[in-house]
Structure formats: C-alpha cells, structure tokens
C-alpha cells in the first residue's frame, strides 16, 4: 500500500473552509483517480487524469476541483468544503490498458 | 441505467468453510469484472478479475464465476479465514461512450469469519 500515499489521512474541517487531499505514487502509473466512498455506497468516481495533460470529471465532480503536479502527484481541492462532503476518499492509480485500479489508503474528511 | 448491486449486505460463516458472495449487474455491455476487498481502515484492495468472453478464473483459494446470461457475478472462497473478514465489493468497467475505464462499484457484502 506504501505504493499510494494520501495525506492527509484524517482531516476534521468547517463549512466554507478550502482543503486540498494530496495523493503520491511510487507506481509508475499515468492513470490516477479521486473516488469517494460513503457508508452504505460503493465507491465514486469524482475526476480522473490519464497525463498530466489529462483531467477528466468523473460521476460526482461537482463541489471539487482536481490538479495533476506530475505523474506522480494529483491533488484533490474543496473549494468550499460543505457537511455533506464527509466521506471517505480514495485515490486510485492504474497502468494503461488495467482496467482494476491500486487504491491508496484513504482520507477521511469531516467537514463540520 | 447501469448498476452494479449485491443481493447480500451480510455473510457470516464459520472458519473452514467456503464462502459465496453474489453482485448482480445492468449493463449486459460490461466486459470486465472485479472483485475487491476492503479491509477496516484500509483502501479496497484487487483480489482476482474477469472478462466477459470468460466463464470461470481462478486464483490463490478464490474463484470468480461470470453468468452473462443472467448478468450474475460470484466470488468463492475456499476455506474461509479469519484473515478474509472484510467488506467484498464487485465492480465493472462499463462500456458506455465516455466511461474511459470508470469502474461502478456495487455496495459492498460485509464477510465474518467466525471462529
């Protein structure tokens, strides 16, 4: 799991507050996603970047924004963080022509 | 619309015997499945995939069976242990115009290994 580092791993913030959820691989991999996962759901798909010149929106882009440093870097930003944004996060990477991803360990965010 | 579900929320089995977790799917255009696991405090984790011109794929005490004609995906485990407690999730690649390899995860199955 080493492969896929998130940070921050726990994040407790308020309504209206800008936080940005970092993610880092070791991988190798062009292919890099944000997922959100609730209680009860399975996982989401909030962007995606195939290159660094490549972002993409996933199914729930809305109330986020996405930055892709390099290969290995891809950023997830809350503008303005809002209650029903508490969740989960996941970032994923994937090799071209993978179609299962290598998730990273999560970030759970609490926003207040 | 397309979805990816489970019939069970829950499985409880005793330590030794094999286990079966069930996903139900949608899209009859979806050619590629997987299984992950998801262990508390921990992102979901590969366990075995399958395409859609495959039946049956085997790994390391887990078996995955497609049924394409009733859009039914299983994950087996052999000898189930302690070590296999953790919520099952299946998911599929849809094949969609603009999916670019999204997976649709289903809701996951809760597996307790009693001892």
């Known amino acids: 799991d080493a492969d896929v580092t998130q940070t921050p791993r726990n994040r407790i913030t308020k309504t209206g507050k800008r936080i940005m959820l970092e993610c880092s691989q070791t991988k190798g991999h062009d292919r890099m996603y944000w997922y959100r996962q609730d209680p009860g759901l399975g996982l989401r798909l909030i962007y995606y970047?195939?290159?660094?010149?490549?972002?993409n929106k996933g199914e729930i882009s809305d109330g986020y924004s996405v930055s892709r440093q390099a290969q290995a870097k891809f950023s997830l930003s809350l503008e303005s963080a809002i209650p029903n944004q508490t969740a989960l996060y996941f970032c994923?990477?994937?090799?071209?022509?993978?179609?299962?991803?290598?998730f990273g360990p999560g970030t759970r965010l609490t926003v207040l | 619309g397309e979805s990816v579900g489970l019939h069970l929320p829950t499985l409880s089995v005793q330590e030794g015997d094999n286990s079966i977790i069930n996903c139900a799917y949608s899209n009859s255009a979806s050619d590629y499945f997987i299984w992950y696991k998801q262990e508390s405090g921990k992102g979901p984790q590969f366990i075995i995939d399958i395409r859609s011109n495959m039946d049956k794929r085997q790994g390391q005490r887990v078996t995955v069976l497609l049924n394409k004609t009733v859009k039914h995906l299983s994950l087996q485990i052999a000898a189930t242990q302690p070590g296999d407690s953790a919520v099952y999730f299946c998911a599929e690649t849809g094949s969609r115009r603009g999916s670019q390899g999204n997976l649709i995860f289903g809701k996951g199955t809760k597996l307790s290994v009693k001892p």
């Open positions: 994923a990477t994937s090799d071209v022509g993978d179609g299962w991803k290598f």
């Open positions: 970047s195939f290159d660094v010149k490549d972002i």
